[in-house]
DNA sequence: AGCCCGTTTGACAGCGTTGTCAGATCCTTT
DNA sequence: AAAGGATCTGACAACGCTGTCAAACGGGCT
């Protein structure tokens, strides 16, 4: 069983081939009835247009790339966010016929940049979906733009001037979370930072000053603890937290797996949540549902995100026109169990 | 800054475009000296193959595609599979120069065959990786072997003759780990099963009884119980075990997420564990580590069985003379604290 | 020197598309 | 009926590489 080519198609609808190639792309301009004879033949032999000569021939590739930090190379577990990701990436893919192809980039290699290079000049994706930290790297940024190749961050901050990117509300929707435990009537919150490097994680401690202000509540160092993202890093932040004097009564975690480890470490002490104790997190990993208790958390529309992100590229004219500007797509709270009155 | 092809190398090294690709593709004679000063412009260039037009010309397109039950159709966190999986076809591409092209496929969709043949036809993937329980479906292998494109296979049972596929020791494994929870003691372990269309689950279950039968144990129907792979049915199952007359002492369930419902279901009814009740699961997901007490499971090599069928891939000659018989990884067992000696 | 044979090199024709541009066709309008 | 302009169509040259095949080269023999 041998694939049909344009020829094929051109020869059974009795028009040349470019015509048959104006009625794949669509193009203005072919008479319906043509259209029509053409579209036949394209289904009765089952055509479809061979990508790499379209690639070849038009420098268009039909590939989107997802560029994101080589998972491996953590601890935790950040495929749950990969994965929704390129969920989103996908849908916007499938939408316009577009296939995925994604890079695991370790940014930590001194070669990080050679390899972004060989993807671009091999394979020439349409454009590259940058995830997070690695958006916010100038190195990786300016190795893709230094190609010309159209790129969306998804990350806040600014590294590249007004290139399109989409965000989430971090430092917003953490405020929100934050008022939210003070309306239980928690007067002490702890906060848990996580990786410095993630400018992300920055705009949620914000957030969270933001909320202990909108909320008439003092801000203290104390309850301030310094951790890496990772599970192990909650525990040992929830264990100093809550052995202060007066410990806090609630605690937010920059992330989840962190705000897993303070339950851990409540948990070892014998600590009730949420009666005594309430934890909340960010990210919404699968593990916030399956923990028991539940975890009370902040959601973000990663998937969206993602699709927004790769559907701009999709459908940018190729002048970069569409690819300007900040897309802002609001996370929310998923308030769970975790979290309930102070206690008195 | 524009993109240097073959020709410039060849102007540059001062020999013909065919002796650059000679070089580029390793082939055999080639003049030593002839080829590093080859190489030399290849470096000073920056030069990079144009990944289009090697495929259109040789029919090889460096791409290996990755097929895969699509996850948002579950509710079940499938993202931690596929992620391990990726890294594993990833390591693979990486090593020779490989990219990788992911394609969720919903085997639900009438058309699901239909898009794994545009994929085919279109991007021209030298190999595809199928994981289960695509792997296992006929409708959709044979939608891709009647296009003539190799395959492997990730899962066990026989779908089409000899094809090479990678597998683990579902039922040794799940053999050995019944003997261990016999080792401590425990004369009622129950066992909860899963989706019955994944085939892996069928012989984790026939793992589970030559277990018993090996450690003398006898088999009872009551001790089995019908969940559906998810958190929730392991809650139902967990707690219509628990309110046997003589309950379990030991549950083993054929997923993580069915071990957590049940360990939850335990923890609702104040049954310590691993003190009254021991609870075993398998995938050795994320979650596994993180609850709380850790959970004993089984680990399969995902990402190793994804990048032994990815090189197999990129390694067939093209005759797929390599691609047959069967490769078995063996999966381990994981003991953490999640089970103990039984109670007296 | 002449011959043979294995090694090394290059010319050139594809691979299946799209872009360019000129030619053919169809309406309007006069 | 002719002219003019918009609309439609096709011939042909790219795109950057590999495969084929023939030519050139380089020893080791007579």
Redesign the interface.
């Known amino acids: ?1 041998v ?1 049909a080519t344009i020829d094929d198609v051109a020869k059974l609808a009795g028009v040349s081939i470019k015509t048959v190639s104006r009625v794949v792309n669509r193009e203005q301009n072919v008479r319906e009835s043509t259209r029509e004879r053409v579209q036949q033949a394209i289904a009765q032999l ?1 055509y ?6 379209r ?2 021939a038009s420098q268009r ?3 989107i790339g997802l560029v994101y930090d080589d ?2 190379a953590y601890e935790i ?1 950040s ?2 966010f ?3 990701m ?2 989103g990436v ?1 849908r916007a893919c499938a939408a316009a ?1 577009y ?6 980039c370790n940014y930590r290699h001194r070669n990080a940049g050679d390899k972004l ?3 671009i ?4 994706p349409d454009g590259i979906v940058l995830a997070a930290p690695l958006s916010n790297m100038p190195r990786i940024v300016n190795a893709i733009t ?3 190749t159209p790129l969306v961050r998804m990350s806040p901050g600014e590294v590249n001037g007004d290139q399109y990117k989409v965000v989430t509300n971090d430092r917003e929707v953490c405020a929100e979370m934050t008022r939210y435990l003070a309306s239980l009537g928690h007067r002490r919150i702890a906060f848990v930072t996580g990786h410095r490097s993630h400018k992300a994680i920055k705009y949620r401690f914000l957030g969270y000053k933001d909320g202990l202000e909108q909320s008439g509540l003092p801000f203290s160092k104390d309850l301030v603890c310094s951790g890496d993202n990772s ?1 192990g890093s909650g525990e040992a932040c929830g264990d100093s937290l809550l052995s202060l004097d007066t410990p806090p009564t609630a605690v937010f975690a920059a992330n989840d ?1 962190m705000a ?1 480890g303070i339950m ?1 470490a409540a ?1 070892r002490r014998g600590i009730d949540i949420p009666d005594q104790l309430s934890v909340v997190g960010f990210d919404d990993i ?2 916030a ?4 208790p539940s975890l009370t958390t902040i959601r973000q529309p990663l998937s969206n995100m993602a699709e927004r992100a790769a559907h701009a590229l999709i459908n940018d004219p190729g002048d970069g026109s569409k690819l300007k500007g900040t897309d802002v797509v609001p996370s929310k709270l998923m308030i769970r169990e975790s979290t309930g009155p102070a206690p008195a």
Chains 1, 2 share one sequence.
């Open positions: 069983m694939k089952n479809r247009p061979n990508l790499s000569a690639n070849l590739s039909h590939l998972p491996s577990p495929g749950g990969i994965i929704r390129q969920q996908l016929d296939e995925l192809l994604i890079h695991p290079h060989a993807l000049d091999q394979v020439r230094a190609k010309g599970f797996d897993a851990r948990d699968t593990l549902r399956q923990i028991y």
